[in-house]
Structure formats: C-alpha cells, structure tokens
C-alpha cells in the first residue's frame, strides 16, 4: 500500500523531520520559506496531510479549491486563527492543533516580556549598545516595581494560568481576570484569583493586563483606543496571544501620548511586517514571536501533531481535534 502524502509547510525540528520521513511520503520544506496561497490550494490538491501552523492562511477561499485531496491539516500550535474552521468543517477537514506542550515556555516568555517592559529593561539594553549609559543615578530610567502588583489576565485558560501562577507564587501579584468560561474552582482558590464581570473593570484596575484570549473574528480589537484610555497610565499591556486582538494604530497612540507607560508585544497585527511608529517608540519591548520558542516545546508541539496525524491515518479520532 502506498504511504499517505505528507506536506509539512515549514522546516520542523530534525528529529521530526526524520520521524516523519520513516512513516510516510513527505515533502519537507528546508528552505522554510513561507507558502503562498496558490501553493496552499495545489497543497489541498495534492497531500493527504498538511501540517501546518500559523504562517499558513487556510481562508474559506483557499479551502474552497476544487479536487480536494486533503483530509487533514494538522497544526503546529495551539492556536489555530490561522485556519478558518467554519469552512474547514464545511469540507469535512479535521483540524488539530497542538495544546498543552507550550503552556510553560509561553508563560515564561510572557512573565519575561512583563518584567522587560516594567523595568525597562529593552530600552536599557539599546542604551548601552548605543554607547549612552553615562554611569549609575538615582533617577535614571526608573521603572513600575512588579512584586505586590495586580495583574489582569484577559482570556483564562491554560497558559493565563501558568502566567498566574508565576505572578502569584512567584511575585506575590494579585491576579484578575475576564473570561467567558468559568475556570475550576481550585485553581481560583490556589491563585486568590478575582473574576471581573466586565473586561473595561480589568483594565481600570489592574497594573499588568496580559491578552490570552484566541484570535480570530471575535477578539479583533478587542484593545482598541477607548479601552487603552481605561488603564492606568503606569499600566503595562502584554500580548503573547495573537497581534490583532490589539488595534496596533490604537497602542502606538496610547504609547506615543503616554496614556499607559508600557507594552511588552510577541505577536503583530499583519506580522512580520512591524509598524515603522512602533519600532521608533521607547515604551515597548518588541520580540519575534517567540512564545513557544525553545528546543525542548517545539520537539514536543512536533511529536503532539505526530501522534494526531498517526491517529488519524490509523482511522482513530485524533486527539487535538479541533474540527
Ligand atoms: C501558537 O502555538 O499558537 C503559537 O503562537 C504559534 O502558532
């Protein structure tokens, strides 16, 4: 019997490349170049599999193609916007992603990027590389003390979580949040945690607001300028979720006229173009998206989306069904 075809759309770590290559007809892609949306419709029509992830934009309109081959688009990454799901249950696609693995890496960069922004720590680091730094003061570059403070989580779920355990156990932090799910009531207790009826009372009152909701229609803009009006102006926003859940134009008004003091931003709107009046701006410590980016998370996000797509071509139900 012929192996199924394989596509993996991105370079994956090594030992999964050769993981994959032992078990089916796969097409890696070394050069790592991202695919185009033609390439992602002659994909569809070729490959039994797709393993995909968030550089790959599944529109309704690329999934529409005609003489469909594929039966799944396996996602590296817990977040899935990337793949519109609607149409993609409309063609009877399974999509999965890859929860769980990532949580800790992604709660550790969001802490990292919490602490660079309070204390300044980007612009310091340009400071010296600049040749500027003229000697130790007492009042230079001072910035927002992070132990004791409150800390607003928007979005609950798993890496918000881990965000908050840090803040919490770690930095003695209060934590708020806003979710529509109600959260088990053991991590609530664990964490002292306190639900915000509505996201605008977050904002009014926390130090820190950390975005962990999904992308995607339903949360863009969820931060836009009447919101970023509602902060303190001492207040740093974080994203490690997704860029759009941010109206970009919004933040750099709110960074450029000061309304908070700080941001602290993996992910962009139409990444990974950056906006010329962000990177001139001082108040916001800026990284490449690299939440999950360690060794050890990707070779587990690679293994997670294995063990899906062995399930499905075992004719089991995978286990990070999305769709
Ligand atoms: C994730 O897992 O969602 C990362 O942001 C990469 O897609």
Redesign the pocket.
């Known amino acids: 019997m012929n192996k199924p075809k394989v596509l993996v759309t991105r370079k994956w770590p090594a030992a999964i490349e050769e993981k994959l290559s032992k078990l089916y007809d796969v097409k890696l892609n070394k050069q790592d170049t991202p695919l185009s949306a033609l390439e992602l419709k002659a994909a569809l029509q070729n490959y039994d599999a797709i393993l995909a992830?968030?550089t790959d934009r599944f529109t309704a309109e690329v999934l529409s193609v005609a003489d469909r081959r594929t039966k799944i688009i396996a996602n590296f990454?817990?977040?899935y916007d990337n793949i519109d799901i609607q149409a993609a249950k409309q063609y009877n696609l399974i999509v999965t992603n890859?929860p769980e693995v990532?949580t800790e890496c992604t709660a550790d960069l969001t802490m990292m990027l919490l602490l660079m922004s309070a204390r300044r720590a980007a612009e310091g680091e340009r400071l010296i590389r600049r040749r500027q730094w003229h000697g130790w003061s007492p009042t230079h570059q001072l910035g927002q003390k992070v132990s004791g403070k409150t800390l607003g989580l928007i979005g609950f779920g798993r890496i918000a979580q881990a965000v908050a355990r840090r803040a919490h156990h770690g930095f003695g932090m209060q934590i708020l949040f806003s979710d529509p799910f109600v959260p088990a009531q053991d991590i609530v207790e664990e964490l002292q945690a306190q639900r915000c009826d509505t996201i605008d009372e977050l904002l009014t009152e926390a130090h820190f607001v950390s975005l962990h909701c999904p992308g995607g229609k339903a949360t863009r803009h969820l931060i836009n300028e009447r919101r970023l009006k509602l902060m303190r102006p001492t207040a740093h926003l974080i994203n490690t979720a997704r860029g759009d859940v941010v109206d970009s134009r919004a933040l750099i008004k709110a960074l450029q006229q000061q309304w908070i003091a700080g941001a602290g931003l993996d992910v962009y709107e139409g990444e990974p173009n950056i906006d010329q009046d962000l990177l001139a701006l001082e108040n916001v410590t800026l990284l490449p998206?690299l939440?999950?980016a360690t060794e050890e998370t990707r070779l587990a996000m690679g293994n997670r989306v294995l063990d899906n797509v062995t399930a499905f071509f075992a004719g089991q139900n995978p286990v990070d069904r999305v769709a």
């Open positions: 992830t968030v990454g817990v977040g890859t990532l998206h939440g999950s």
